[in-house]
């Protein structure tokens, strides 16, 4: 299969090992926005894991060439090698419930024939409220105004 | 190996309209962004104009437009 357009051939073999080998993940932040139309941009996709000390999770990285970093001094944990780049590992995340609580609110998009868990845009917004920095404060209504209108576009009657 | 295959695929979703669908959509869209400004009248109208412009775009390709703009600006920073 070619790879679908944001990503490369070793980003997605990766997604999809990781989806494969039934690692309980989901991409939230901005990456996770724009996924449902909001007009902003990022530079990364943040993938949020439910137990980053899960063997599957360093197995599936092993398959691909890539490898987990654990958190060290002013270093975040993160992945590192063939197809990691464009993905950060988020492990904390502001104002919501706990990932399993969190899981039901995603929506699914299609990678291939794998389904991608996205945090809901509803979701989004309430962490970006609550985390509240600098770079939050100027997306907030950004994504409150395309949740108003996602909102709309889900309502709109279909046409017989 | 890999930009060219990318041009491809965006070259072949060009898709030629003429100018009357052109305007249909466009006044269509106009109706949309007004019916949701009716409904959020505090809404910035072309945050709201944006995100239905992108609904019409697959989940993937809305991320794609994303993340190269996020970059262009990061370099345009450096």
Same mark, same amino acid.
């Given at each position: 299969?070619?790879?679908p357009?944001?990503?490369?051939e070793?980003?997605l073999r990766? #997604?999809?090992?990781?989806?494969k080998?039934?690692v309980?993940?989901m991409?939230?932040?901005?990456?996770a926005?724009? #996924?449902?139309g909001?007009p902003v941009?990022t530079?990364?996709v !943040?993938?949020?894991?439910?137990?980053?000390?899960?063997?599957?999770i360093s197995q599936a990285l092993q398959?691909?060439?890539a490898?987990?970093v654990?958190?060290?001094?002013?270093?975040?944990?993160?992945?590192?090698?063939a197809g990691a780049?464009?993905?950060d590992?988020?492990i904390?995340m502001?104002g919501?419930?706990?990932?399993?609580?969190?899981f039901?609110?995603?929506?699914?998009?299609?990678?291939?024939?794998?389904k991608?868990?996205?945090?809901?845009?509803e979701?989004?917004?309430?962490?970006?409220?609550?985390a @509240?920095?600098?770079?939050?404060?100027?997306?907030?209504?950004?994504?409150?105004?395309?949740l108003a209108?996602?909102?709309s576009v889900?309502?709109r009657?279909?046409?017989? | 190996?890999e930009s060219?295959?990318f041009?491809r695929?965006?070259? @072949?979703?060009?898709q030629?309209? !003429?100018?009357?669908t052109a305007?249909r959509?466009a006044?269509r869209l106009?109706m949309?962004?007004?019916?949701?400004?009716?409904?959020?009248p505090?809404?910035?109208?072309?945050?709201?104009?944006?995100?239905?412009?992108?609904?019409?775009?697959?989940p993937?390709?809305?991320?794609?437009?994303?993340l190269?703009r996020?970059?262009?600006t990061?370099?345009?920073?450096?």
């Amino acid at each position: 299969m070619a790879a679908p357009l944001p990503f490369s051939e070793s980003e997605l073999r990766l #997604l999809q090992v990781l989806l494969k080998r039934k690692v309980r993940f989901m991409v939230v932040g901005l990456s996770a926005a724009t #996924l449902q139309g909001a007009p902003v941009v990022t530079q990364d996709v !943040d993938l949020w894991f439910e137990n980053l000390g899960e063997p599957k999770i360093s197995q599936a990285l092993q398959e691909v060439g890539a490898a987990y970093v654990p958190p060290s001094n002013f270093n975040p944990p993160m992945l590192a090698g063939a197809g990691a780049e464009l993905f950060d590992i988020v492990i904390r995340m502001d104002g919501l419930g706990t990932f399993a609580e969190e899981f039901k609110n995603c929506v699914d998009v299609r990678l291939g024939r794998q389904k991608l868990k996205v945090l809901s845009l509803e979701r989004i917004l309430a962490s970006k409220i609550a985390a @509240n920095r600098a770079k939050d404060k100027l997306t907030i209504p950004v994504l409150r105004d395309a949740l108003a209108a996602t909102q709309s576009v889900k309502r709109r009657p279909k046409k017989k | 190996m890999e930009s060219i295959s990318f041009h491809r695929r965006m070259k @072949n979703r060009v898709q030629p309209i !003429d100018a009357a669908t052109a305007q249909r959509w466009a006044r269509r869209l106009t109706m949309r962004v007004g019916k949701v400004l009716a409904a959020h009248p505090q809404a910035n109208p072309d945050n709201v104009r944006h995100t239905l412009i992108l609904l019409e775009q697959p989940p993937l390709e809305r991320l794609q437009r994303s993340l190269i703009r996020g970059r262009a600006t990061a370099i345009f920073r450096k």
